[in-house]
């Protein structure tokens, strides 16, 4: 596609509840990021793949979060059993090769309630 | 670690000022750096770059250059418009160092008032 996709644009969940967000990277990008940010904090590195492996898993908060890569492609980060504390934009960004620019998407606004 | 440091905000200015965004690094080994612009509602956009020492990125009427010396790569703007409010975001990314990921300053907030 044109540009780094990511779906849900916004998603409201109950605390103790699972979600999958997802992330379309541009096509034949092989670098892909998941990152957080929360409000007042910055932006926080979750993981990096490259290709459908994660060499960098160590910005994930705790072992609630996970994800996977499948075919080079898409990409989904999964939060188990929800907290308040995982309110956040999450953020995707895909580059063509690693150490290039980075093109994010527009994000998935996570509230926990 | 690979860290990035930038001025807090927010900063605000009148239009037509003249704007620098201070922006100091640390890395171990020759990293490329970054500005990301994120304007009200939107999301992250590349404003420049510069891959090596000495290099000047440039991009509607921005500039920063890469001071090795200095470590930094601060942002500058001769002539700020109302436009140009968003919050700014210093990063580098350090290739061939097996992490291979994107390490941001926490931004700073701009605020150009007509």
């Known amino acids: 596609g044109a540009g780094v996709s990511q779906s849900p644009s916004n998603k409201v969940t109950e605390k103790g509840k699972d979600v999958e967000l997802r992330c379309d990277p541009i096509s034949g990008h092989t670098a892909l990021y998941w990152y957080r940010q929360s409000l007042g904090q910055g932006l926080e590195f979750l993981i990096y793949?490259?290709?459908?492996?994660?060499?960098?898993k160590s910005g994930l908060p705790s072992d609630r979060f996970s994800a996977e890569r499948t075919g080079g492609s898409v990409s989904t980060l999964t939060i188990q059993r929800t907290q308040q504390e995982d309110s956040a934009v999450y953020l995707c960004?895909?580059?063509?090769?690693?150490?290039?620019?980075?093109?994010f998407g527009s994000g998935t606004r996570l509230t926990v309630v | 670690g690979n860290s990035v440091t930038q001025m807090e905000g927010p900063v605000t200015l009148s239009e037509e000022a003249f704007l620098t965004i201070n922006c100091t690094y640390t890395?171990?080994?020759?990293?490329?750096l970054f500005w990301y612009v994120q304007y009200p509602g939107e999301g992250l956009q590349l404003l420049l770059k510069a891959t090596k020492a000495d290099d000047k990125g440039s991009n509607k009427g921005f500039e920063a250059t890469y001071r090795k010396e200095t470590t930094s790569f601060h942002l500058e703007k001769g002539s700020v418009q109302v436009s140009d409010s968003a919050v700014y975001f210093c990063?580098?990314?350090?290739?061939?160092?097996?992490?291979?990921?994107?390490?941001f300053g926490k931004g700073t907030k701009l605020t150009v008032n007509p």
């Open positions: 990063a580098l990314i350090e290739t061939g160092s097996g992490s291979e990921k994107l390490v």
């Open positions: 793949f490259q290709g459908n492996s994660a060499p960098d």
């Open positions: 960004a895909s580059s063509l090769r690693t150490g290039g620019s980075y093109t």
């Open positions: 890395a171990t080994g020759y990293p490329s």
